[in-house]
Every structure is written in C-alpha cells, then in structure tokens.
C-alpha cells in the first residue's frame, strides 16, 4: 500500500477549521456584497425617479419604486438596470433546448469523473500487486517531485478546469452567451478581484466598494497561502523521497559511495539495448543532493530513468519504500568507516533482503560490494545463494599486480569492463553440442569465444579436444547479447604456428617498486608473492618511516593468520616525500623491473588530492628515468629478451625514450578526469580504480554468472589474459586472417585462446575484432591478447 506522510490529528483539525472559518467568511462577504449592490441599485433607482417627477411637476409622495397613475414617467435610466425586476430573465430565452443539453452534458460529465474517481480501483485492474489509486497518486507524487513548476501549473490547470465548468453550467442556466459566461466565470473563481462597480457615483459608496474589494482580495490571498503552505510542505516531502516507489524489475542501489555515479551510467549503458530500464538509489543522503550530483555527472541516460530516495538501507520500511522485493537485482555498496564497520553494515543490509525476499518470494540477486576478504565467507553464508560478492581491494589489487607486470593489459581490462565495448555473455547454442571447442572458436565471426560454463563450472580456455556438452553454455565477448550468432565453420583456414625459441622457458625474479601505502597493503604483497618466483624483490617507498611500515605489515599478517614472513618475496623498506625529487633519485630506478604508484592512504584522504600525488610521482620518476638513461651505457630494465618486444615494456609513447629502456610503470587513478591527462601524455599505464570495480559490480547486476568469469580470470591459478607477440605463434610476415592465427593459437602444445590483437605502430589493441576471414600480413611484433595458463 502506498504510504504518505501524514498529519496528526491536531494538525488536520486546525487545518480543517482555517478552511471552515474561510469559508463562512467568503460566503458572508459574498452576500454582504450582493445586499449592497441591490441597495445601491434600488437608492439609485430612487433618485431617478424622484428627479423624474419633480421635472412633471408632480407633488405626491413615490413608493419604493412606484410612480402615481395619473403621472407620466420617462424611461426608466439605466440606473434602474441592475434592480432585481430588470435582472429578471426570459425564461424561454434562457431554457433552449441547447442551453438545456449544455447543461445536461456538464453534469453528466462532472458527475461521471467524480464517480469513477471514486470507483477508480474498481473500473482498473491492480498491477504489480499496485491498485489503481496507488499507481495515480505515485504518477502524481513523482511529478511534483521532479517537475519544479508543479505547483504553478497544479494552480493553472484547476483553474481553467473550473473556468471552464462554470462557464458550461452557467451558460446552461442563464440567457447570457458562452464567452460571456466564461468571462463572467472568471471573476466568480477569484481571478477578477474588482468589487467596485462601475455605476456608483457618491465617494462613501465608492470607498466602501474599494475596502470590500481589497477585503476580498485579503481573504482569497489568505486561502491560497493556506492551500499554498499545505500543497508546499506536501511537494517537501515528496522532494526528501519519502514516498513509496512501485517500480518493479528494477536495480536498486544501496548507499552513495564514489562508484554510484559510475555504476548508474553503466547500467544505463546495459539497459540501452532494451529501450532504457529503472535505477533506484536509497541512500543516507537528502534526495535533491542525490539528483544535483546526478545531473552534475556528464552522462548519456539512454532512456534509463534514476528514482532517489532518502532512508536507511538497514531499515526493513524504508526497503519496502522503494520495493527491494520487486528489484531484478540490488547493489550494495560499501560504507564509510573502518573495513569492518562497512562489512558489518552491508552485512546487516543482506540480511533484512534476505528476510523481505522470503516473504515476497523475490527472484532478484543481490550484489555487495565488500572491503575484507575474511568477511566475504559470513556474507556468502547468511545470503545463500541469493548473493554475488565483489571484495573491491582484491580486485584493484589483482589488476594492478597483472596489468604491473604484462604492460598494455590496462586498457585491455579497460575496455573489458562495462558496457562500453565488448561485454562478457553466456548463452547455450544446441547446434554446437557435440563440437570441440577448437572449433567453436572458428564459428562466431562477431563474438570472440572464451571457455564454457557447466553446471555453473567456468572453463576458461579450455584443454584441446574438449567437447561441448547438453547444457553447456558458450562464454563469448561480444558488443551485445542480440549482436552475434553461431555461423558456418570457414572451409579455408590454414593452421600455421610454430614454437617460439624466444620464449623464456624460466621465470625469472622481478624487482617491483611499490610508492604510496594502502589500507590492504599486505593482501596486494600476499597477491604479488604468488605471482612470482622465488628470488624476487619488493621495494617499499612512503611517507611512513620504516618501523612503522614493518609494524603495520605484521599486524595485518597476524589478523589474518599469515606466516610472518614471504615465501619467495623480499621486503625492501624505504621513507620518504613521494613529490620530492631528492628522496626518489635515491631509489635504484635501474634495477626495476616495474613499479606501481598507489592512491596513498596514508597521505591524502581526497580522490583529486591522491590523484595529483600520484601524477607528480609519475612525473618525477620517468624524468629520473629519462636523464639516467642519456647518462648510462646500459638499458635500466633487466628484463633481457623480453625488453625487445615494444610491447613487453608498455611505452605507448615512444617519444619519452625507447621502451626497451624503461621498466613499467602503473599508476592507480581514482578520478576519471586525471585519466585523460595521463592516456594524453602517454606517460603510463593506469589502472581506474573505482571505475574498473564500478563496472564490475554493474556487469555482475546485469548478469551473475560474470562474477564467477571475473574471479577465474583474476586467480593466479588457471587461464588469465596475456598479451605476446604474434612471432610467437606464427611465422614472421605470414599472410593469415584472424581465424588462421586463433586455429594456431589452439594447435600449441598448450593450446591459448586468441580473442584480440595490437599491430605495430597502433595506440591500442582491439578486442574481439571485425572481419575475422580477412587475411592480412602479421609482423613478429604485432600483440596478440590470448587467453593462456601462465
């Protein structure tokens, strides 16, 4: 049922008793006018007649408004025109048979809206467990809500409407025209405030005619302020969200974080392709800060509309408010405070949805962003199957361990995530059971093919030879679920590879710079000490002094019961101003191999603010960089022979210095607007933080089974995204098509999947390409992005 705020008892009373006392005083004004229009008629028809007789000579007293019989009077003046014997109307002028159906048809149709005002919930069917009444004064709610010229035309329109009206019944009734009765109608409605009458001539006549219309236009200003201040604390609710919301099949998002924004253009974007959808967003924020942001936030709605409410999410009735049961799927972001305080709190949320779900049967999932991977078990267990959940640190912290360690992987996740580009989808394809997925990877010229999803089992690049099976479902990346389909297997392809002798057979130690401090430091270090091979180094550069690093390090270790120590990293601690020249010249820049600059935690506490360190730290390490490499002999990266590669070191701008010459280097950005600083002076990869786990969160709404697709490819273990070049796969100068290199890139000792690829001299690599069959001569350093096991 649809829930308004409601007055209290004494508050209606009043109210009741000011429109009461208006009412009386409106209606006694009005008589009071007419007795002293008739009056003032009858003395002025007096006078004429009494200046009448005494030009005849006559010396018999009148009558009211008489004359003798044996006196011959003049015309009656015009004075005499308004006494009530002169109003009176022909009664066959005024009941023609027009005039008669006027009037009938009026009241009929006044009659009818009433009734079926009235009777609405019976004349309509519920919708959505919504009756009728509910779904209009919702119609109506959200109308005062958004449009800010309500009120104004609220007041324009009852007003015609009851011009109108009274113009019909009066026509009906009277011998006056219509426009008359219109016009006329006008000043009955208040519009025409005059009282004063043209036809009084004495200045006390006069004067009181001008206080009874002042005193009129006091009292009906006084009513509109009343239903004025009524009809605006009304709109006030409505604008602080506190009405019911009776979408259905809608997203509901939870809290306001920095990801909001980002996610609402995302599912704006996913909602495109079906003409637009609902986002409803409740948060501990006032409705119309909610809908400023909003409407700062440059973005394409794409037909999606954004409802914003003010409440609780840890409130059972405010989820009702905006029909969490009814949402196709709810996004739970993560609040302020310390990372268990905000799990604690989305912990709370899952658990009042999971309770309202079960009472109304909901179908929906629930996504919930967490800040502490040991609190993801608690949540998975007390939502059940009901619930996806995304630790948004270990997701930044594996991009920026795999996108630091294979350049160019960056923009790759980039365009991977959201819906801007190619998207992850899972749809079975009868026709291709029984076919190896060596084949299938040959059968979608607008799709790229990833793996299977069995019996919600993801296989991604799967082993040579697997078949697929009844049920299995293909994981593509595609432009959009309607956009590809399975299509003959080409009859020309020309499977071609050999094994790369280049390829390092042995990893070998990596030398990592991490400048900047996080709160979950130790679980990025943890990440990074699985990725690499025994012999490697970390080298730790804040503003924290060294003990203090070591002391927070051990804590976090000992929270989570991890050895005390790493098992092939080595920890190298160092101190000092991140923006000062000095302090980082005094790092060995050459011996590293790569280096991520992170959002410091420890430092700044605004997104813009940690971006700007961040960009000065960029700034002062490629220029150190820069003028050791015209000062040395030797390259600065000990990567060996996968510094050959321009792509293997990530310099998508060669005019700073060759790539060979430098080591990688990936900056962590909060705000969008500092990404297109560094995408232009070509300075760095970077990893967009919060976007990257916006989008993730938007996409695993849209579709739960992305979530387990983001958690296989971000595992140490298993199939992960590799960028490498094509010689690795095909011969030098080779004249294939995009099918030819994906058939040997399946026909290796360990088959890869090919999804994408970078030619030479190209700013970026395309995912998931057009015009698959067209054959082009491949370069030894054109990128090929491949899915593969290590």
Known sequence: MLLRPQPNRASRALLGLRFLVVAVGLLKLQQLTRQNAAQGRTV??????????????????????????????????????????????????????????????????????????????DLLPARDGHRASERLAYRIDCWFSSNPNAKILALLYVSIAMVLVGGLLLYGVSSTGFGEAVWENVALVGIDFTAASATESSLSARV?????????????????????DAVGDYVDDL??????????????????????????????????????????????????????????FEYESLGTRVICREGNPLLVADLKKVNAAGARSTIILAGEGTADQADAKSLRVVLSLVGLRAKCASKGHIVCEMCDVDNEPLVKMVGGEAVETIVAHDVIGRLMIQCARQPGLAQVWNDVLGFEGCEFYC???????????????LRFADAAPLGLLRHKNVMINPPR?????????????????????????????????????????????????????????????????????????????????VQEQKDRLARARDQRKRPPTLSKLKVVHATGDLCSRRDLERLPLERFTSCIILADDAAEKNA??????????????????????????????PRGEESKSPWAVADWAGDLSQAKDRCVVLSEILDARTR?????????????????????????????????ILNSLFEESGAEIYIRPAGH??????????????????????????????????????????????????DYYDMLVVLAED
């Open 208 to 228: 009181v005619a001008v206080a009874s219309a002042l005193g009129g236009m006091f009292i009906t200003a006084l009513l509109l302020g009343i239903v004025s």
């Open 608 to 637: 813009t603010d940690k971006d700007s360190q961040a960009l000065a730290t960029l700034l002062l390490l490629r220029d150190i960089q820069n003028t050791r490499i015209r000062n040395a002999r030797e390259p600065l990266s």
């Open 676 to 708: 297109a600083l560094i995408a232009d002076a070509g300075i760095s990869d970077y990893v967009l933080s919060n976007s990257m786990v916006s989008d993730a969160i938007a996409m695993v709404a849209e579709d739960r089974d992305v979530n387990r």
């Open 44 to 121: 002025a028809c007096l006078r004429a007649q009494l200046a009448d007789s005494a030009k005849l000579g006559a010396s018999r007293d009148v009558n009211a408004c008489g004359v003798p019989d044996d006196v011959t009077v003049a015309p009656t003046p015009e004075a005499c025109a308004g006494t009530d014997d002169a109003a009176v109307e022909d009664t066959d002028e005024a009941f023609t048979a027009p005039r008669l159906a006027t009037l009938a048809a009026t009241l009929v149709c006044v009659a009818a809206a009433a009734v079926a005002l009235r009777r609405i919930d």
């Open 427 to 441: 749809s079975e394809h009868p026709e291709l059971v029984g076919c190896s997925f060596d084949d299938v990877v």
């Open 729 to 778: 796969y095909i011969p030098d100068g080779a004249h294939l098509s995009f099918f030819d290199v994906a058939a040997a890139c399946r026909a290796r000792d360990e088959p890869e999947t090919l999804v994408g690829f970078r030619r030479t001299g190209d700013d970026r690599a395309v995912v998931n390409p057009p015009d698959k069959s067209t054959k082009r001569v491949w």
């Open 465 to 545: 030879g697997e078949v697929v099976q009844r049920g299995d479902r293909i994981i593509v990346l595609a432009e959009d679920d309607d956009s590809y389909e399975v299509g003959p297997k080409p009859s020309d392809i020309i499977v071609e590879h050999e094994e790369d002798v280049h390829t390092p057979k042995t990893p070998r130690p990596e030398r990592v710079l991490f400048c900047g401090w996080r709160r979950d430091l130790d679980d990025v270090i943890q990440l990074l000490d699985d990725f690499v091979v025994a012999g490697s180094e970390l080298h730790l550069f804040s503003g924290l002094d």
């Open 239 to 296: 604008k602080k969200g506190r009405s019911d919301v009776l979408e259905t099949n809608h997203t509901l998002v939870l809290g306001w974080s920095d990801k909001t924004l980002p996610i609402v253009e995302q599912v704006s974007n996913a909602n495109e392709s079906e003409g637009g959808g609902v986002i409803v967003i409740l948060a501990e924020m006032e409705k119309e800060r909610q809908e400023e942001l909003i409407g700062e």
